[in-house]
């Protein structure tokens, strides 16, 4: 057994907020003598397995480390790094552009490590969103807890020694929740401004990538407008013609041989409605007559 067994067993844990979890009881280690993992009695929650990189010892007290803190912190560490990298490796070409060739590999391969790490910042988000929804429920299960005392204690139900413990206890329950509900939003806030970051460093390459598609897809479609220009009026046009005069549009003076051959006749401009209304015989006489 190694002195780090011999350190932990058998003390009590909290979490980092100060929260009792319960007491070490045993650990599980590897081949070589190092704590995998470590077996904590939780009481009504059973014997729980805890990675021993989420402890602490601190003086007779273990201290519990969340596994979304941890998770968390290496990532932002390791993308300020990649990016701090990265941006080095730009100044140097852009000073120097003769170890642009040289320095493409390198590029690539932070590129990579960029893409890895979004993965991974994928996962954490979902789990902070995950563990925010969890806080909340803890949130209004204490203030129930404390709300329900306070009314049988106005009730004469419970002593007022008795509801006073409940809201020491309920209060700290709520003050430890609040520390990890804003921790979690300072961490999603580092996230994003990280996001931003890299957004800042990366676009401009990604910019004069993009802008030969951009110009490709502005051709194309010039030549999809050019293609669906007005073509050389065909007969169709009087009918199009006649639509325009439907709505009340001056008939046009000038008529080309082929309007006048497919027009369809027209009683003559000097027979007016009223004419036509009365002489309708006539009118028929004189179109026989020509």
């Not at 961490?187 to 990604?206: F, G, N, S, Y």
Request: charged letters at 25%; hydrophobic letters at 35%.
């Amino acid at each position: 057994m190694t002195n780090d067994n011999i350190e932990i067993i058998g003390k009590n844990v909290k979490d980092m907020y100060g929260t009792f979890m319960g007491k070490v009881v045993g650990t599980v280690t590897d081949i070589d003598g190092s704590i995998q993992s470590v077996g904590i009695d939780c009481g009504t929650q059973g014997l729980q397995q805890i990675q021993y990189e989420q402890l602490v010892v601190q003086g007779e007290t273990v201290i519990f480390i969340p596994k979304w803190r941890l998770d968390s912190q290496r990532l932002i560490r390791q993308k300020q790094l990649t990016l701090r990298r990265l941006k080095a490796l730009m100044d140097i070409v852009s000073e120097n552009d003769s170890m642009k060739e040289d320095a493409e590999i390198i590029h690539e391969k932070y590129h990579s490590k960029l893409a890895s790490l979004d993965e991974m910042e994928s996962e954490i988000k979902s789990k902070l969103v995950g563990r925010l929804i969890e806080l909340d429920a803890q949130m209004r299960s204490a203030k129930m807890l404390w709300f329900d005392a306070k009314v049988q204690f106005k009730s004469s139900e419970i002593s007022e020694a008795t509801f006073e413990t409940v809201k020491s206890c309920t209060t700290e329950v709520i003050e430890h929740v609040t520390h990890e509900q804003s921790e979690i939003s300072n961490v999603q806030k580092r996230i994003a401004d990280l996001e931003l970051e890299k957004q800042k460093i990366t676009t401009p390459a990604e910019v004069i990538q993009e802008s030969p598609v951009s110009y490709l897809d502005t051709t194309q479609q010039q030549q999809v407008v050019q293609t669906i220009l007005p073509e050389v009026p065909t007969k169709s046009s009087v009918i199009h013609t006649e639509s325009i005069e439907t709505y009340g549009a001056p008939i046009p003076e000038f008529r080309s041989e082929t309007e006048v051959i497919c027009a369809f006749p027209e009683p003559p401009q000097q027979v007016t409605s009223k004419t036509s209304t009365h002489h309708d015989d006539d009118w028929l006489a004189r179109m026989e007559a020509q």
